[in-house]
Every structure is written in C-alpha cells, then in structure tokens.
C-alpha cells in the first residue's frame, strides 16, 4: 500500500518501485529456506515473528504487481482482450513452470530413493500418491488438482491471475463493491470450508483460492491506486500505531507460544478455540489456518504491509546498491521462484542422506541463495543480448 513517496509511479512514464521488486526478492529467499526445513537459517525467517509468513507477502505484492502492469488495459471502454491476452499469456507461462519444476521434483524424490536409498522422500509432500495412485496422479497432476508441497502457490497465483481481468475491470468501475464482494467469498469459503477439490488425495487446494482471493484483491487495488498517484489507504498516525501493537502481539506469540504453523494442540491454540467458544465467533476469526487464509494471518500481513508502506526510508534502502541483488532476484520471481523448488526438493534430499550440521547448512541455503542470484543474472544478461541483437530497447520485466 505504497505512499506517496511511489507517486511516480503514476506519472506518464512508469517508474519500477524497487521496494516491490527488493521485498519480493527477500520474500523468494524467504520462502526457499522455509521450504528446506531442518536448517539453522530456518529460525530467523519471518514466519518467526508473527502469524503470516512469506507465501502473505508473495501473494499481495503479487496482485500489487498485477494491477500496475495489467491495469491500463480495462481503465477505458475496450477493447480489452489485449490486456485479457497478456494476462492469459501469463497464465500460461505459470502453468508450464509449475508442471516442469513438479516433474523435477518427482524425479529428484524418485533419484534420491533409487540412488540414495532414501525412501522417505517418496512419502512426503504429497509425493506418494504416485506410487499408491499412479494413474489417477499423473491425471491430476496437468489439471491441478494433485499439487505437490512446496510447489503449489503457483497453482493459486495462476487461477487469481486468470480471474484477472474481470477483478481489475470491476476494480476501475466499482472498487468498494468488488472488496465487499472478495469479503463475502472470503467468509463463506472459510466458514463453511468451501475449496477447489483434490484428485486423487481427498481435501482441497493448500492455498485455497476462494479465500486468498481477498489478499490478491487487495494488491491489485493498491497497484491500481499507485498507478493514479494515490494511497489505498491513507497513513494515519493510530493506525500505524494500532498495526504495531498487532504486530507486537503476534511477535510475541510466536516467539514464546508454538501455535503459527506448530502443533495447534498447543495451550494458546486450546485457549482461542475456548475464547472462540464463548464469543461465538467464525472459527476463522481466532483460527490458525494456511489453507484458509484465517483472519490473524491475514491482518498481520496486511499490517505489516501498512507499515512498510508509512517508512519514507524504506524506499531509500531499496534504492541502495546494497539492496540490488535482492531485486534482481524480485524482478524474476518466476523464474527464481520455480529454480527454487527444484533446490529445495535437492536440498531435502541432501540433508536427508547426509549427517547434520553448521556447515552443511550453510553451503546448502548459501549455494541455493548463489544459483537463484546466478540464474536472474543470466535471464536478464540473456534479455539484453537479445534486444542488442535485434536492435530494439530492452522492455521492462513483468
């Protein structure tokens, strides 16, 4: 929800926020050491320190992103399927990297178990509906609706992304309506556990797109108001305060009391359930849920982004040399986003096999955080070379 220090970025010539390219890329790294679970460096990643964690982060910025590239396209009367087509062209490409790096991801599960003799491998993540359902697994693998661990936000990002144009274009005519509207399907999916179905595991999606649709709607309307030289919502000096406590309480709790992604047997998680219980309150309003997008998780990503948002100085930091491999990383979030999968499927393998320690935790997320740098740099090494070649300027990237 940028202030008005990212004006700029509606003038006539866009001007790319580093702070949405530089928190992205942090967000990625984030995601890639939380997606190798056992490591030291997993303890100082942000799902530590409040409800939310990256994937929040991801997902908002992710729709903020869209409305700046794709809104122009549905501001005006139409026609729109130039704007309908990039979206889709989008889509596409979502869809084949999530199918390339979940086929690498099996072929890793299946390598470390052949080679290694590590069989686990082979029960986790979802991955084990392979051998105990072949033929209906490799049916829904290319529909979606078999989504392996650690590679499934693609999925989400992709079915918002394909609903795309009709949010911005109810955005541009009616933003308070399409919020109340995201609300709505927001509380009835959650309350009622409404989601996309699973084949062949039963359940539904991990991110369920029918709640995470109010977070990705959010963003979009934040691109939207950046583009005009606006805020969403406006900096004021008790909300930024009410956010702070918000974010204090959460750091507190997950710090000191196992509930954010731990065992919800725990005695805070008992004690919401009894609050919730006595308050007759939805049970996604105290609840701790991913899948669902329940309230705590939401509002402590949406704080932190207000915040973020209200500190001038941010904007200087991005700005700074030192922050330049972190957008670099930012600039191609897909790319890195689908190389980091395929690390940390690697990653689990190695330290399944191997004894633990300091060092094997290190050169594990700091060779892992050296490739996906190395593989952003040449992307966009490729690009330039390409756009010399055929003497045109280098277009911004998505």
């Known amino acids: 929800m940028s202030g008005p220090e990212g004006t700029a970025m509606g003038g006539a010539r866009s001007v790319r926020d580093l702070r949405l390219d530089v928190l992205r890329g942090l ?17 100082i990643t942000t799902r530590n320190f409040g409800f939310s964690d990256a994937a929040e982060g991801f997902v908002l910025m992710s729709g903020i992103a869209a409305g700046l590239a794709y809104g122009k396209f549905f501001a005006g009367p139409g026609p729109y ?43 986790r993540n979802a991955v084990t509906a392979l ?55 927001y509380g009835v999916a959650a309350q009622w556990w409404i989601n996309i179905p699973s084949f062949p595991n039963k359940g539904g999606w991990f991110f369920n797109p029918l709640t995470w649709q109010l977070l990705f709607i959010i963003g979009l309307l934040t691109g939207l108001a950046i583009k005009r030289g606006e805020r969403l919502v406006p900096v004021k000096r008790w909300l930024v305060v009410a956010c702070l406590l918000f974010m204090a309480v959460s750091a507190f709790v997950a710090l000191n009391i ?42 402590h990503a949406l704080a932190l982004a207000y915040v973020l948002s209200c500190w001038p100085w941010l904007r200087r930091a991005c700005a700074s040399r030192f922050a330049a491999p972190f957008a670099l990383l930012g600039r191609n979030g897909l790319a890195v986003f689908g190389l980091g999968v395929v690390l940390c499927y690697t990653c689990n393998g190695i330290k399944a096999i191997s004894p633990p320690s300091l060092a094997l935790d290190s050169a594990l997320i700091g060779g892992g955080i050296a490739l996906m740098l190395a593989f952003a740099w040449s992307k966009e090494a490729w690009r330039r070379a390409e756009a010399r070649a055929e003497g045109r300027p280098l277009s911004r990237a998505e």
Not at 27 to 43: D, K, Q, V
Not at 109 to 121: C, D, E, K, R, T
Not at 147 to 158: D, S
């Open 27 to 43: 967000a990625l790294i984030s995601i890639f050491i939380n997606h190798t679970p056992g490591t030291i460096y997993e303890n």
């Open 81 to 123: 399927w130039p704007g309908v087509g990039k979206m889709w062209r989008r889509v596409w490409a979502l869809y084949q990297v999530h199918i390339v790096t979940t086929m690498i991801a099996i072929a890793l599960s299946a390598g470390f178990a052949y080679w290694g003799g590590y069989f686990p491998l082979m029960q």
């Open 131 to 185: 051998h105990k359902f072949p033929l209906q697994a490799l049916v829904g693998i290319p529909l979606l609706s078999h989504q392996l661990g650690y590679a499934n936000i693609l999925p989400l990002y992709a079915a918002l992304l394909f609903a795309g144009p009709v949010m911005l274009w109810c955005a541009h005519r009616a933003p308070r309506r399409l919020l109340v509207v995201s609300v709505l399907v």
């Open 258 to 299: 196992p509930v954010a992604g731990k065992p919800a047997q725990e005695w805070f998680g008992r004690g919401m359930w009894h609050v919730q219980e006595a308050l007759h309150t939805p049970w996604f309003v105290l609840g701790f849920d991913k899948t669902y997008l329940t309230m705590p998780r939401l509002l």
